[in-house]
């Protein structure tokens, strides 16, 4: 009896920790059985990539700000077309060398969010309201700055390239394997191998050390299912056109804060504030510099998404970066960030900006209108943060008096 109640336990702890990669590979069948597998083409797997590129690089900012307790960034969408747009309007309108618009836009970005990050932060004025204001504030100076027309970026070639852009943006291919790209393939499988080493080689540390692991199915499961869903990823780039340069972007902001969240100080001080912010602060914790970089940071990131933006689409308009700001917000939820901050992973945001970009791939391949298409990311949204809540109070749906 003790036992069959210790595997219900474990069975629920595990279902638990992996529902959103469950959630992704049920999508994942779904799609390719509703589209008869055109949704695992190549074509589209790299279609996927291209096009939700700066979900990836706002969510891992987004989660930043979501970790310092539940809040959130509404201007993100709006900074991203306000910085597309000054640069656009520099390289093409001004004759700006690309390489000081790229500097003034990151500029730009940062000083936004510093600016955002100050109210926030040391004034203490609630998030929703500052970034409320941003994003009003900086979708009427796009407009301002576009004159309400569409800037073409098209002959900057080498920002285009540069950022993902265009029909041919992808790292050249070296040599081929049976009509595969030679070097997607190879670095796909050196990927691969990279992160299955690097899990088994943390956990024998941790063994070592005398720390709690995960149990051997749970482990395995995590660890085979993400590499297979990388070489089954790269082998699909390699029958395509390879690398996109804008995946580059992708990998490096993902590496790079997830090691900040992972294993410094600072990454673990958003955390900390998130999960108990007076605590944090008698600790000796600066948790208003906390407040500040993360809102900070998102500014950066915006920037970043901004060029991509503009690169992707070769231009510059007023109505660029619409709903940004809740694709960004909803992946963060879906791959479980707490709505309540403190928990949440960079891996864990991937999952879901993936699974958000599964099904509007999905649903757009099945012709399902755009309408329904917003109804369901809701749901999705919705139960997502439902799972959280509940999950937090023991399984109970209603909250006690």
Known sequence: MEKTQARRGDTITFVKKYAMIIVLILVVIFFTTMTQGSILAPMNISSLISQNAYVFVLATGMLLCILTGGNIDLSVGSVVCFVGAVGAVLMMNHHWNMYAAIAVMFAIGIAIGAFQAFWIAYVRIPPFITTLAGMLAFRGLSNVVLDGLTVSIKEQETFVKLFGGGANCYVPAIFYIGGANGLCLLVTLVAAALFLFSQIRQRLIRSSKG?????????????????????????????????????????????????????????????????????????????????????????????????????????????????????????????GASAYGGIGTVPGIIIGAVLMGVINLGMSLMGVDQNMQKVVKGGVLLAAVIFDVVSKRGGKLLAKD
Not at 234 to 255: D, E, M, N, R
Request: charged share 10%.
């Open 211 to 335: 720390y709690e692991t995960e149990k051997p199915f749970a482990f395995w499961f995590k660890s085979l299912a993400i590499t297979a869903v990388l070489t089954a990823f790269g082998v699909a780039l390699s029958f395509h056109k390879g690398i996109p340069t804008v995946l580059i972007w992708v990998v490096a902001v993902v590496l790079v804060y997830h090691y900040i969240t992972s294993n410094t100080t600072i990454g673990r001080a958003f955390y900390a504030v998130g999960g108990n912010e007076k605590a944090t602060k008698l600790s000796g914790i600066n948790t208003n510099k906390v407040y500040f970089l993360a809102y900070t940071n998102m500014g950066f990131l915006a920037a970043l998404a901004g060029m991509i933006t503009i690169a992707r689409l070769t231009s510059a308009q007023p109505t660029y970066g619409q709903n940004y700001e809740m694709d960004a917000i909803g992946s963060c939820f879906i791959g």
